[in-house]
């Protein structure tokens, strides 16, 4: 058990609805990460928050977007899915930017 | 961040020492080498890290060339439950994300 929380498991929800997906990092850790893998990307980092702030963005569509609450917590907001969006999406959390991350179990979205 | 590079697939005997080799030949000197594991589809799960020092910690043993260009992830002694994808990664010492590539499926085998 790495200590990263992330709800729900799993996830089924129909073309062009929203959906939240939330993580709760590791005690004490403030840095907030989220990743999606689908079959053929592979792991792809989406964007992370430091401390409520965004600090890095990678590859995150117009339609995605999270925030990092005071609490520390994490959503990570899709709307208007398409049928690729299916895929496992992990966050992470590690205490500061140059320490070793830990994942959670992930989300398992599938959009029919 | 470097480029690494990692054979697509390796067999391990159960018992024996599993050797994951790593190329990172463009690494710069704030650089670290980081080792995930992916267990069928569970969150990547941390190993180890290094600069330019051996590291070892109750998982495996991290081994840096000392011209940094490749590394070695060692699991000295591997089962069943070792079979993964181990991922290298290069990643600053500031850096805010992972970048995942395909990384090693090592198989053990009884």
């Known amino acids: 058990d790495s200590g990263v929380t992330q709800t729900p498991k799993h996830l089924i929800t129909a073309t062009g609805q929203r959906v939240t997906l939330r993580c709760s990092p590791r005690?004490?850790?403030?840095?907030v990460y989220w990743y999606q893998q689908s079959l053929d990307q592979g792991l792809q980092f989406l964007i992370q928050?430091?401390?409520?702030?965004?600090?890095a963005k990678g590859n995150i569509l117009e339609r995605f977007s999270a925030q990092q609450f005071p609490d520390l917590h994490s959503e990570l907001n899709l709307s208007s899915l398409e049928l690729g969006d299916s895929a496992l999406y992990f966050c992470?959390?590690?205490?500061?930017?140059?320490?070793?991350?830990?994942f959670g179990q992930g989300t398992r979205l599938t959009v029919v | 961040d470097a480029k690494t590079t990692q054979p697509p697939s390796m067999d391990c005997a159960e018992g024996r020492a599993a050797n994951l080799p790593c190329n990172h030949s463009?690494?710069?000197?704030?650089?670290?080498v980081y080792w995930y594991r992916q267990i069928h589809s569970q969150g990547p799960q941390y190993i180890i890290h290094?600069?330019?020092n051996n590291e070892t910690n109750e998982m495996a043993s991290l081994i840096i060339t000392e011209d940094r260009k490749s590394s070695t992830l060692i699991l000295p002694h591997a089962t069943l439950r070792d079979t993964a994808v181990y991922y290298c990664?290069?990643?600053?010492?500031?850096?805010?994300?992972?970048?995942f590539g395909a990384g090693t499926i090592l198989r053990v085998k009884s």
């Open positions: 992470a959390s590690s205490v500061k930017a140059n320490t070793e991350a830990f």
């Open positions: 005690s004490g850790d403030l840095s």
């Open positions: 928050y430091y401390n409520g702030e965004e600090r």
């Open positions: 463009t690494i710069s000197g704030n650089e670290y």
């Open positions: 290094g600069l330019k």
């Open positions: 990664i290069v990643k600053k010492e500031y850096g805010n994300k992972l970048v």
